[in-house]
Protein backbone atom coordinates (compact mmCIF):
# COMPACT_ATOMS: atom_id res chain seq x y z
CA UNK A 1 0.00 0.00 0.00
CA UNK A 2 1.50 3.40 -0.64
CA UNK A 3 0.69 6.19 0.99
CA UNK A 4 -1.00 9.86 -0.36
CA UNK A 5 -0.69 13.09 0.62
CA UNK A 6 -4.09 14.88 0.06
CA UNK A 7 -4.46 17.84 1.74
CA UNK A 8 -8.04 19.16 2.33
CA UNK A 9 -8.23 23.02 2.16
CA UNK A 10 -9.25 25.21 5.13
CA UNK A 11 -12.67 25.75 5.06
CA UNK A 12 -12.73 28.77 7.27
CA UNK A 13 -10.25 30.70 8.58
CA UNK A 14 -7.48 29.32 11.23
CA UNK A 15 -8.57 25.04 9.99
CA UNK A 16 -6.05 23.06 10.30
CA UNK A 17 -5.29 20.91 7.36
CA UNK A 18 -5.71 17.08 6.84
CA UNK A 19 -4.15 14.64 4.63
CA UNK A 20 -4.10 10.71 4.85
CA UNK A 21 -1.14 9.24 5.88
CA UNK A 22 -0.17 5.07 5.27
CA UNK A 23 2.19 3.96 8.80
CA UNK A 24 3.79 0.81 7.79
CA UNK A 25 4.44 -0.73 11.46
CA UNK A 26 6.36 -3.83 12.28
CA UNK A 27 4.72 -6.10 13.89
CA UNK A 28 5.69 -8.82 16.57
CA UNK A 29 3.29 -11.17 18.79
CA UNK A 30 5.31 -14.57 19.99
CA UNK A 31 2.60 -16.00 20.41
CA UNK A 32 1.83 -16.42 17.21
CA UNK A 33 4.83 -16.54 15.42
CA UNK A 34 8.60 -16.05 15.73
CA UNK A 35 8.92 -13.73 13.17
CA UNK A 36 8.10 -10.08 12.50
CA UNK A 37 6.10 -8.82 9.80
CA UNK A 38 5.26 -5.43 8.09
CA UNK A 39 1.43 -3.97 8.63
CA UNK A 40 0.11 -0.75 6.47
CA UNK A 41 -2.23 1.33 8.38
CA UNK A 42 -4.15 4.04 6.47
CA UNK A 43 -5.60 7.21 8.86
CA UNK A 44 -6.53 10.92 8.27
CA UNK A 45 -4.23 13.49 10.07
CA UNK A 46 -4.04 16.85 10.94
CA UNK A 47 -1.21 19.41 10.17
CA UNK A 48 -0.19 18.93 13.98
CA UNK A 49 -0.73 15.52 14.98
CA UNK A 50 2.56 13.24 15.75
CA UNK A 51 3.27 9.61 15.32
CA UNK A 52 2.11 9.03 18.56
CA UNK A 53 -1.52 10.21 17.42
CA UNK A 54 -1.60 8.04 14.38
CA UNK A 55 -0.56 4.87 16.85
CA UNK A 56 -3.15 6.01 19.12
CA UNK A 57 -5.52 6.07 16.01
CA UNK A 58 -4.44 2.99 14.95
CA UNK A 59 -4.89 1.09 18.36
CA UNK A 60 -8.24 2.48 19.04
CA UNK A 61 -10.23 2.73 15.92
CA UNK A 62 -8.92 0.04 13.68
CA UNK A 63 -6.58 -2.41 15.53
CA UNK A 64 -6.98 -2.96 19.29
CA UNK A 65 -4.00 -5.44 19.01
CA UNK A 66 -1.20 -3.08 18.93
CA UNK A 67 1.08 -2.81 21.15
CA UNK A 68 3.37 0.25 21.99
CA UNK A 69 4.75 2.38 25.55
CA UNK A 70 3.65 5.57 25.93
CA UNK A 71 2.95 8.11 29.11
CA UNK A 72 3.22 11.01 29.17
CA UNK A 73 2.92 12.20 25.39
CA UNK A 74 5.22 15.73 25.88
CA UNK A 75 8.45 14.14 25.51
CA UNK A 76 9.67 13.96 28.84
CA UNK A 77 8.99 10.22 30.35
CA UNK A 78 10.86 8.90 27.63
CA UNK A 79 8.62 6.14 27.29
CA UNK A 80 7.83 6.00 23.38
CA UNK A 81 11.34 5.75 21.73
CA UNK A 82 11.12 4.01 18.21
CA UNK A 83 12.66 3.98 14.54
CA UNK A 84 10.98 6.09 12.42
CA UNK A 85 12.13 6.19 8.96
CA UNK A 86 15.04 4.30 10.07
CA UNK A 87 15.82 6.92 12.62
CA UNK A 88 15.40 6.76 16.71
CA UNK A 89 12.93 9.28 17.80
CA UNK A 90 10.52 9.86 20.37
CA UNK A 91 6.80 9.10 18.84
CA UNK A 92 5.06 12.35 20.27
CA UNK A 93 7.63 14.49 19.40
CA UNK A 94 7.73 13.69 16.07
CA UNK A 95 5.69 15.34 13.47
CA UNK A 96 3.88 13.25 11.17
CA UNK A 97 4.24 15.96 8.23
CA UNK A 98 8.34 16.52 9.14
CA UNK A 99 8.85 12.64 7.92
CA UNK A 100 7.80 12.50 4.28
CA UNK A 101 4.27 11.60 5.13
CA UNK A 102 3.79 11.07 1.16
CA UNK A 103 5.91 7.85 1.20
CA UNK A 104 4.92 5.08 4.05
CA UNK A 105 6.31 5.67 6.82
CA UNK A 106 7.92 2.91 8.46
CA UNK A 107 7.79 2.57 12.61
CA UNK A 108 9.72 -0.41 14.37
CA UNK A 109 10.94 -1.36 18.04
CA UNK A 110 14.38 0.11 18.81
CA UNK A 111 17.65 -1.94 18.21
CA UNK A 112 19.28 -4.06 20.49
CA UNK A 113 16.83 -5.00 22.76
CA UNK A 114 14.74 -8.02 22.77
CA UNK A 115 11.79 -7.31 21.28
CA UNK A 116 8.49 -8.38 23.77
CA UNK A 117 5.66 -7.64 21.43
CA UNK A 118 5.51 -5.18 18.33
CA UNK A 119 7.21 -1.77 18.92
CA UNK A 120 7.56 -2.52 23.15
CA UNK A 121 11.09 -3.89 23.71
CA UNK A 122 12.93 -5.57 27.21
CA UNK A 123 14.42 -2.18 28.89
CA UNK A 124 16.02 -3.97 31.61
CA UNK A 125 19.18 -4.80 29.81
CA UNK A 126 19.40 -0.88 29.58
CA UNK A 127 18.70 -0.20 33.01
CA UNK A 128 20.97 -2.63 34.07
CA UNK A 129 23.82 -0.52 33.06
CA UNK A 130 22.23 2.52 34.13
CA UNK A 131 21.64 1.17 37.95
CA UNK A 132 25.68 -0.23 37.30
CA UNK A 133 27.17 3.35 37.17
CA UNK A 134 25.53 4.30 40.72
CA UNK A 135 23.24 7.07 39.46
CA UNK A 136 22.64 8.86 42.78
CA UNK A 137 24.92 11.06 44.41
CA UNK A 138 27.95 9.45 46.66
CA UNK A 139 28.60 11.45 49.76
CA UNK A 140 30.90 10.40 53.04
CA UNK A 141 30.20 12.08 56.70
CA UNK A 142 27.32 12.72 58.67
CA UNK A 143 23.81 14.11 57.19
CA UNK A 144 23.90 17.76 56.30
CA UNK A 145 22.26 19.99 58.19
CA UNK A 146 21.13 22.48 55.45
CA UNK A 147 21.56 21.79 51.40
CA UNK A 148 24.77 21.43 50.07
CA UNK A 149 25.79 24.61 48.20
CA UNK A 150 27.16 24.55 44.75
CA UNK A 151 28.12 28.04 42.46
CA UNK A 152 26.31 27.83 39.21
CA UNK A 153 29.89 27.34 37.51
CA UNK A 154 30.05 24.02 38.99
CA UNK A 155 26.63 23.24 38.11
CA UNK A 156 27.03 24.07 34.73
CA UNK A 157 29.83 21.46 34.52
CA UNK A 158 27.43 18.90 34.15
CA UNK A 159 24.27 20.44 33.21
CA UNK A 160 24.00 19.03 29.64
CA UNK A 161 23.94 15.38 31.14
CA UNK A 162 21.16 16.20 33.56
CA UNK A 163 18.66 16.43 30.88
CA UNK A 164 18.60 12.72 30.15
CA UNK A 165 15.40 11.19 30.00
CA UNK A 166 16.44 7.55 30.09
CA UNK A 167 14.33 6.91 26.55
CA UNK A 168 17.59 4.57 25.36
CA UNK A 169 17.11 6.07 21.29
CA UNK A 170 21.15 7.52 22.26
CA UNK A 171 22.19 3.88 23.46
CA UNK A 172 19.94 1.71 20.66
CA UNK A 173 21.66 3.64 17.69
CA UNK A 174 24.61 2.70 19.10
CA UNK A 175 26.55 -0.18 16.36
CA UNK A 176 28.70 -1.20 19.48
CA UNK A 177 25.51 -1.44 21.39
CA UNK A 178 23.73 -3.39 18.31
CA UNK A 179 26.74 -6.14 18.03
CA UNK A 180 27.99 -6.44 22.26
CA UNK A 181 25.25 -6.67 24.27
CA UNK A 182 27.94 -6.36 27.49
CA UNK A 183 28.73 -2.70 26.41
CA UNK A 184 27.09 -0.12 28.67
CA UNK A 185 25.92 2.33 25.97
CA UNK A 186 26.31 5.99 26.09
CA UNK A 187 22.63 6.62 28.15
CA UNK A 188 24.90 5.15 31.00
CA UNK A 189 28.20 6.82 30.34
CA UNK A 190 26.30 10.20 30.18
CA UNK A 191 24.29 9.45 33.64
CA UNK A 192 27.94 8.69 35.43
CA UNK A 193 28.77 11.78 33.66
CA UNK A 194 26.12 13.61 35.01
CA UNK A 195 27.95 12.46 38.68
CA UNK A 196 31.52 12.30 38.08
CA UNK A 197 31.48 16.06 37.60
CA UNK A 198 29.22 16.88 40.27
CA UNK A 199 31.15 18.45 42.71
CA UNK A 200 29.39 17.62 45.39
CA UNK A 201 29.82 13.57 44.83
CA UNK A 202 32.28 11.78 46.05
CA UNK A 203 31.96 8.38 43.67
CA UNK A 204 33.58 9.84 40.81
CA UNK A 205 36.78 7.23 41.23
CA UNK A 206 34.12 4.36 41.96
CA UNK A 207 32.13 5.03 38.93
CA UNK A 208 35.79 5.45 36.65
CA UNK A 209 37.01 2.10 37.77
CA UNK A 210 33.23 0.49 36.77
CA UNK A 211 33.80 2.32 33.41
CA UNK A 212 37.23 1.42 32.89
CA UNK A 213 36.02 -2.10 32.01
CA UNK A 214 36.55 -3.65 29.04
CA UNK A 215 32.84 -2.99 27.90
CA UNK A 216 32.78 0.50 29.41
CA UNK A 217 33.93 4.04 27.52
CA UNK A 218 36.81 2.06 25.45
CA UNK A 219 33.91 0.53 23.55
CA UNK A 220 32.71 3.84 22.08
CA UNK A 221 34.02 4.30 18.43
CA UNK A 222 32.82 8.15 18.10
CA UNK A 223 30.61 7.62 15.35
CA UNK A 224 28.27 9.93 17.08
CA UNK A 225 24.53 8.41 16.23
CA UNK A 226 23.70 8.76 19.43
CA UNK A 227 24.45 12.42 19.71
CA UNK A 228 22.11 12.85 16.72
CA UNK A 229 19.49 10.04 18.44
CA UNK A 230 19.38 12.08 21.68
CA UNK A 231 15.85 13.85 21.45
CA UNK A 232 16.91 16.12 24.44
CA UNK A 233 19.77 17.62 22.40
CA UNK A 234 22.55 16.34 24.42
CA UNK A 235 25.80 15.84 23.69
CA UNK A 236 26.23 12.74 24.41
CA UNK A 237 29.82 11.91 22.31
CA UNK A 238 31.32 14.69 23.93
CA UNK A 239 30.45 13.58 27.08
CA UNK A 240 31.77 10.04 26.88
CA UNK A 241 35.05 11.96 25.74
CA UNK A 242 35.03 13.97 29.06
CA UNK A 243 34.86 10.57 30.86
CA UNK A 244 37.90 9.30 28.98
CA UNK A 245 39.84 12.10 29.73
CA UNK A 246 38.74 12.27 33.03
CA UNK A 247 39.49 8.51 33.34
CA UNK A 248 43.34 9.10 32.30
CA UNK A 249 43.89 12.65 34.11
CA UNK A 250 42.10 11.84 37.33
CA UNK A 251 40.63 15.59 36.80
CA UNK A 252 37.27 15.72 37.43
Not at 104 to 118: A, F, H, M, Q
Request: with cysteine; aromatic share 8%.
Amino acid sequence: MTATLEATAPSSAGEIPSFTVTLRVRRFNPEVSEESTWEDFTVEAHGTDRVLDALHKIKWDMDGSLTFRRSCAHGVCGSDAVRINGRNRLACKTLLKDVNPDKPITVEPIKGLPVIKDLVVDMEPFFASYREIMPFLITTGNEPSKERYQSPEDRARFDDTTKCILCAACTSSCPVFWTDGQYFGPAAIVNAHRFIFDSRDEGGSQRLEILNDKEGVWRCRTTFNCTEACPRGIEVTKAIQEVKRAMITRAF
